[in-house]
Every structure is written in structure tokens, then in C-alpha cells.
């Protein structure tokens, strides 16, 4: 019997089977995917094969090749990754520009690994209702930089309603992954988006602007409530950090647009844009041609293999 896994909660998977049933599964045996030791051997998204037991439950016997994931370094297990979701169309990462503050970082690095895997991303800066003037215009500025990049960027309201449209439009027909740290508003979003999944929601930390898990499972959810051709919705927890896993220094240009565009220029073959005369991505951003936001962040995926946070696949 074959079937789409639609949640996992750490310990059980929800599989949705082609026959339009759904059967709670455990993994059987030890999985190891293409080498890759990962915390969540199946994630939400797979298409993968299950035996049914007299228990009335089934066992996951099989994973079908995947076309994509999103994948993060494990946050408690350093030589383990993290398999995100699977199979997703695209993602949106949900971002504020305060109440919590979402890092230029952790979206430089969120964008890089969809990179990697051919995942587009369209960025979502939540809460334009509370900002100030002043943060209005910093939230104008990052619409602009990562527009100009090539990202699809829009600025949003959960609470009122703004922006919500022309997100919905976008997901339209598509699984599309949700991410983000936590605090962001993604489940106020999501209950906007999906009237129909009453997500809960909290409150962020007043004493330290930071976000609290309400999310603690990844599931997926129908766009229309009752049918599963109009598109899939992704939830996932909410993430503090984001380590990149399995990267090749040498890669790590091509996973930011515009420093792939402007190596191209570059003296030599093997310039890693930090030091070498003749780079054209050092005079680009010295021109203000790549901003030093993204420039930094690619110095600190950089950083990371030096300093031996990157594992090689097992």
C-alpha cells in the first residue's frame, strides 16, 4: 500500500493512502536514506510504501525517491541533519522585522539551502501593523534587497488581513513549505490563510522579544478544507537557528544569486571572494552592487566548515 505522509509528531507518521484513508505508522527498522544520517528518516512529504498490522496501525517499509528537501543541521545532534520537509513545491519563509527580529543571517542561510535543493522561496515580513515609522523603513529596504536579488517578497499582516490574498494566490495548486523562527506570527498566518486548521498560537516573550514552539509537530494541510488537489500547506515548528548541513565551501557562492552572478568575473576559477586580487565579488561589494548583509552571511556559511560545524554525509 502506498501513501503520502501528511504528519509526524517524532514518533508516529500519519500517512494519507492512495485509497484516501489514513493510517498512523511507525518506521520499520533502522532507515538510512542515501547515506544521509538524519533525527526524522521520513519527513512530512514523503510517498512512501507501508505494511498494515493487526493492530489496526502499519509500518513504513519503504521511501519513495524524493525530488527536493529542505534540510538543517540538527540542533542537538551535530553530526545529524535535520530533513525539514520533502517534496514541497516551494517555500515561504515567514519573517519580522521585529517582535521577535528575524536575522538577515537566518534568511541568508534559509535562502542558501533552498538553493541547494532548487526550492523557490518567497519571503513573507509579518507584523507590518505594529512597526514603527522607523522599522517600516527598514522593512522597506529588505523588500527591496532581496526584490532586486530575485526573491518574491511581500509584507504582510496576519492580524488585519493585509497581504493575505496575494499570498493565497501563490499557493495555489502547490505544496508549499511554512518555516520560520519562532514568534513570527507563521500560525496567526497560517490560521488566516486555512480558516479551517484552527493552528494554536501564542504570545511572544515580552522580557526577551524572542518567540515561544507553538507548533511542536510538521503536518500538512489542505488548502481547501475536504479536497487535496487545490494545493498543501506545510507546517513546522518554529526554528531558532539554522545550520546548514553537507555544504562544500566551494558551493557556497552558487547558493546566493547575485555572489554566483558577480564570481563569473572573477581572475581566478577558484576564487573564494574573501582575499584574492582581481575578485569581482569583493570590487561588488565594495560598489554596494551585493549588500554586506548578505555578503557577511556568506562569510559565515564560510566559517562554519572552517570551524568544523559542516558534516559530510553518512
Known sequence: MKGLVIKNTGYWYTVLTDEGGTVDCKIKGNFRLKGIRSTNPVAVGDRVFIQPNQE??????????????????????SK?????????????????????????TFIDRFLASAEAY????ILAFNKTDILSEDERHI???????????GYD???????????????????????????????????????????????????????????????TFSEML????????????????GIKGFGTF???????CSYFKEIFRFSKDCRFNN??????????????????????????SYLSMLNDKEEGKYRAAY
Not at 139 to 149: D, H
Open 56 to 77: 489496526g496501525t502499519a509500518f513504513i517499509t519503504e521511501i519513495e525517491d524524493r525530488r527536493n528537501y529542505i534540510i538543517r543541521k540538527s540542533q542537538n545532534l
Open 80 to 104: 545529524q541533519s535535520h530533513i525539514i520537509a520533502a517534496n514541497v513545491d516551494q517555500a515561504v519563509l515567514v519573517a519580522t522585522i521585529n517582535y521577535p527580529e528575524t536575522s538577515t
Open 118 to 121: 532548487s526550492v523557490p522561496v
Open 139 to 149: 522593512q522597506e529596504m529588505m523588500l527591496s534587497l532581496y526584490e532586486n536579488i
Open 153 to 215: 517578497s511581500l509584507a504582510l499582516s496576519a492580524t488585519e488581513g493585509t497581504g493575505i490574498e496575494a499570498l493565497k494566490e501563490r499557493l495555489d495548486g502547490k505544496v508549499t513549505l511554512f518555516s520560520g523562527n519562532s514568534g513570527v506570527g507563521k500560525s496567526t498566518l497560517l490560521n488566516a490563510i486555512l480558516p479551517h486548521a484552527n493552528l494554536r498560537t501564542s504570545e511572544i516573550s515580552d522580557a526577551h522579544n524572542t518567540g515561544m514552539h507553538t507548533t
Open 222 to 237: 489542505p488548502l481547501v478544507e475536504g479536497t487535496t488537489d487545490s494545493g498543501w500547506v506545510i507546517d513546522t515548528p
Open 246 to 252: 553537507d555544504m562544500e565551501p566551494e558551493e557556497i
Open 271 to 296: 576564487c573564494t571572494h574573501t582575499h584574492e586580487p582581481g575578485c569581482a565579488v569583493l570590487e561588488a561589494v565594495e560598489n554596494h552592487f551585493i549588500s554586506l548583509s548578505r555578503y557577511n
